[in-house]
């Protein structure tokens, strides 16, 4: 699962309940200073739990004095009316971070929970669902987290720990092999992915020492060409188009990775309420 560095989470938090505060909740001051509350959070629909660091820590930053107790973990299935958390505190604080912990958790919970649906499709074909960076600003950490939480795996980060060269990267650097050779150049030892939308230029890539090559709209025939031609010379990926009608059909060709865009840009948030006593 993917490593959470807590300075993402902050940066998150901070950025969420600045927002939503701004200079301070009114409605809140409604509220008597030394009125506590308790209650719980429930989600109102069955899926895939994703969310807790966030949560935990929109109430840590709204007040300390804020106690949560969780009663299912990241990763587990819940069914509709489960209780999520408990909580209880200082009512006013309480209410001040309501929406933004249920929102990191509804969106968290929802990629987490779509990502679960895929992976179920193809379980006993071996390959792996990757996401993409096709994420919301600011929360791709959250949503890689989300997407491993679901069953599926990570692709790079971002466009610094993985090279993964396109036609316009291959146009402008002269050939696919130039692209890759230039690849171990600048940044030796980081996986080098080529692109290719063709068996030539799976060819190329092959013969250029591609770590993995991406099959761009490869139909199913061809997708199985090309596993037979790159066993033991690169790991293969398959992309573009990919439907719930044909991803396992994709998988069962014998590619290593899906990469499906998605798993993140798609996702439905989770039904949740939260609920005073």
Not at 122 to 143: S, Y
Request: overall charge negative; some cysteine; glycine content about 8%.
């Amino acid at each position: 699962m993917l490593q959470l560095p807590a300075d993402v989470i902050r940066q998150n938090v901070e950025a969420a309940l600045a927002e939503d505060i701004g200079p301070g909740d009114i409605t809140a001051e409604l509220i008597a200073a030394d009125t506590r509350a308790s209650g719980q959070v429930i989600t109102r629909e069955a899926g895939i739990l994703c969310g807790r660091p966030w949560v935990d820590a929109v109430f840590s930053a709204v007040d300390t004095g804020i106690q949560v107790e969780w009663l299912k973990a990241d990763g587990d299935a819940v069914a509709a009316n489960d209780t999520l958390f408990t909580f209880s505190g200082p009512a006013r604080a309480l209410l001040t971070a309501e929406r933004a912990a249920l929102n990191f958790l509804q969106m968290l919970s929802g990629t987490a929970t779509a990502c679960r649906r895929y992976a179920d499709q193809v379980e006993g074909t071996g390959v792996r669902l990757l996401d993409t960076r096709k994420t919301i600003p600011g929360l791709r950490i959250a949503q890689k987290y989300a997407v491993s939480c679901g069953g599926c795996h990570n692709h790079r980060i971002g466009l610094y720990d993985a090279f993964l060269i396109k036609e316009n990267h291959i146009n402008a650097c002269g050939g696919i092999a130039r692209a890759v050779e230039q690849a171990h150049r600048v940044a030796p030892g980081k996986p080098v992915e080529v692109e290719v939308e063709t068996m030539d230029e799976l060819a190329q890539a092959l013969e250029a020492g591609a770590d993995r090559i991406m099959l761009d709209n490869f139909g199913l025939e061809k997708m199985r060409e090309a596993v037979t031609l790159a066993k033991g010379r690169a790991e293969l990926e398959a992309s573009g188009n990919i439907t719930d009608v044909t991803l396992r059909p994709v998988a069962e060709t014998g590619v290593d990775f899906i990469s499906i865009g998605a798993l993140t840009k798609d996702c439905k948030a989770m039904d949740l309420s939260m609920r005073l006593d």
